[in-house]
């Protein structure tokens, strides 16, 4: 079957670009009934309060719920991570609808407003184990989210360091004061716990597809998709060396 992108807004094209040049069909969602037809999803970054308003107008969310009930695999990045997430901190005035099913608490705009958006290398040694290549992965942050606190059974995969005053937070677990804390502090940006994976950054908005590879791996352990039932997409030759043709901008 072909995996899914939830596509009511944001980077959703470029998730199912992506997918493309790794010989995948990517299929837009946008009713409920349309999850019935694939086996994994992606839900892209965007702006999350409003992804929540049409999810909640297209009444896709108890269609999401019982898709990640089911053990299929579902990515959120960015907007898609606070999707994902038990608990999130830092929203608008009301708050916002979540799909939950991942035991963590995220901070919607941790890192700051769209100017203070960036680039960095993260080390990703989980993904570099199972996908080979650099040591690092370039994560494109944009007004992004991060994790905050995490629950028994969740991987961490990646962290980034913030100075201490951007590591201000206070629940019955933890507690950190300006005054006491220390001069950098790792904040986590990449999580997996069982059939979901969250990151803060945007894979889909760079040339290496290593994240989606690893992705697809996922879905194929779950039982759910195997390689054989992934549809390929419409002129893609997936002919190994063949260096794959890159259909969107992205950052190299």
Not at 21 to 42: D, F, T, W
Not at 207 to 231: C, I, P, Q
Request: hydrophobic share 40%; proline share 6%; with cysteine.
């Amino acid at each position: 079957m072909a995996v899914g992108v939830l596509a009511l807004q944001g980077s959703f094209n470029e998730h199912i670009s992506a997918l493309s040049r790794l010989g995948v069909k990517g299929v837009e969602i946008r009713k409920p009934e349309q999850l019935q037809n694939v086996s994994s999803l992606i839900i892209p970054g965007g702006e999350s309060t409003t992804m929540a308003k049409l999810a909640e107008y297209h009444n896709m969310f108890p269609a999401l719920r019982e898709f990640v009930k089911m053990g299929k695999p579902v990515w959120g990045t960015c907007a898609g991570l606070i999707f994902l997430a038990e608990k999130a901190v830092g929203q608008k005035t009301g708050g916002q609808e979540l799909v939950g099913g991942l035991n963590c608490t995220v901070n919607r705009n941790y890192f700051g407003s769209q100017i203070q958006s960036f680039e960095a290398e993260l080390s990703v040694p989980k993904i570099v184990s199972q996908e080979g290549g650099p040591e690092t992965f370039r994560g494109v942050f944009i007004r992004a989210p991060a994790v905050l606190e995490v629950g028994p059974g969740v991987e961490v995969l990646a962290e980034y360091p913030v100075p201490s005053a951007n590591v201000l937070y206070s629940s019955s677990a933890v507690q950190i004061q300006e005054e006491n804390a220390v001069p950098e502090k790792k904040v986590i940006v990449a999580v997996k716990q069982g059939n979901i994976l969250g990151t803060a950054f945007h894979p889909e908005l760079t040339a290496d597809t290593r994240w989606h590879s690893y992705f697809l791996k996922m879905a194929n352990e779950t039982g759910e998709a195997s390689s054989s039932s992934l549809v390929p997409a419409v002129g893609v030759n997936a002919a190994i060396g063949e260096r794959p043709r890159i259909d969107l901008p992205v950052f190299q």
